[in-house]
């Protein structure tokens, strides 16, 4: 018993015993481009005082994941419905399961990066997200426009779906603004660019397909048939 105790005065904190304690529990940071580069159980770091520009797309993604569950179930319903009360193609039949498959794979995928790359500010996670966003507004413009049978609800509920990942789409690059403010290298750059451009461009063909879609059907509409 040391000199302190024998007075009576409380006992010292063990100094290295809370240090070691701090940082087995405190959250660890560490620099990386990616959520994919981050070890387990520790969070990558923002980078120039990043924040989110658009704090509410978590729940966004959260509801629009339900909805992507609705629409590919019933998308699931119509094909084999189509298959077999309609002259079907057989190998149109399994390109489009093929593709209905597809949509709840590169949606999550869609969702997991768009959701750390607007979080943290990563380069390689925003530019997969553009890239993916890209990849899904295309693969649900083919169910929309080229698809061998379309149905009214069909159009209704893939323009809504459409319509969702571009509004996650711009949200996306109004976060890529505060993250290409950095010092990043000229292949993360033209990376965050192409993205960006891949999004405008399936964007574009959209509104241009809706468009022609309509004038298409306007002229079904006015002129008369033939007796």
Same mark, same amino acid.
């Given at each position: 018993?040391?000199?302190?105790?024998?007075?009576?005065?409380?006992?010292?904190?063990?100094?290295?015993?809370?240090?070691?304690? *701090?940082?087995?529990? %405190?959250?660890?940071? =560490?620099? @990386?481009?990616?959520?994919?580069?981050?070890? !387990?159980?520790?969070?990558?770091? =923002?980078?120039?005082? +990043?924040?989110?520009?658009?704090?509410?797309?978590?729940?966004? #993604? #959260? %509801? /629009?994941?339900?909805?992507?569950?609705?629409?590919?179930?019933?998308?699931?319903?119509?094909?084999?419905?189509?298959?077999?009360?309609?002259? +079907?193609?057989? $190998?149109?039949?399994?390109?489009?399961?093929?593709?209905?498959?597809?949509? !709840?794979?590169?949606? /999550? &995928?869609?969702?997991?990066?768009?959701?750390?790359? @607007? $979080?943290?500010?990563?380069?390689?996670? &925003?530019?997969?997200?553009?890239?993916?966003?890209?990849?899904?507004?295309?693969?649900?413009?083919?169910?929309?426009?080229?698809?061998? +049978?379309?149905?009214?609800?069909?159009?209704?509920?893939?323009?809504?779906?459409?319509?969702?990942?571009?509004? $996650?789409? @711009?949200?996306?690059?109004?976060?890529?603004?505060?993250?290409?403010?950095?010092?990043?290298?000229? @292949?993360? %750059?033209?990376?965050?660019?192409? *993205?960006?451009? %891949?999004?405008?461009?399936?964007?574009?063909?959209?509104?241009?397909?809706?468009?022609?879609? /309509?004038?298409?059907?306007?002229?079904?509409?006015?002129? !008369? /048939?033939?007796?």
């Amino acid at each position: 018993m040391n000199d302190a105790e024998k007075q009576g005065s409380p006992p010292q904190p063990d100094i290295a015993g809370g240090a070691l304690y *701090g940082t087995m529990f %405190a959250p660890l940071h =560490t620099e @990386c481009s990616s959520i994919l580069q981050a070890p !387990p159980g520790i969070m990558p770091a =923002t980078k120039g005082g +990043y924040s989110n520009v658009t704090p509410w797309i978590a729940k966004l #993604f #959260f %509801a /629009h994941s339900y909805f992507v569950y609705i629409y590919v179930f019933y998308m699931f319903v119509f094909a084999f419905y189509k298959g077999y009360t309609l002259e +079907y193609p057989s $190998e149109r039949v399994w390109q489009e399961m093929v593709g209905i498959m597809a949509i !709840p794979f590169f949606q /999550h &995928l869609r969702f997991y990066f768009g959701f750390w790359g @607007c $979080e943290l500010g990563l380069v390689y996670d &925003l530019s997969a997200f553009s890239f993916l966003n890209a990849v899904v507004m295309t693969l649900l413009m083919y169910f929309l426009f080229f698809q061998a +049978y379309i149905f009214p609800i069909d159009s209704d509920f893939l323009t809504v779906a459409i319509l969702l990942v571009m509004l $996650e789409s @711009c949200c996306g690059i109004v976060n890529m603004l505060p993250a290409m403010k950095r010092n990043l290298s000229m @292949c993360s %750059a033209m990376l965050m660019f192409t *993205g960006i451009m %891949a999004v405008f461009a399936a964007g574009g063909a959209f509104f241009c397909l809706l468009i022609r879609g /309509h004038d298409v059907a306007t002229e079904s509409r006015v002129q !008369p /048939h033939a007796s």
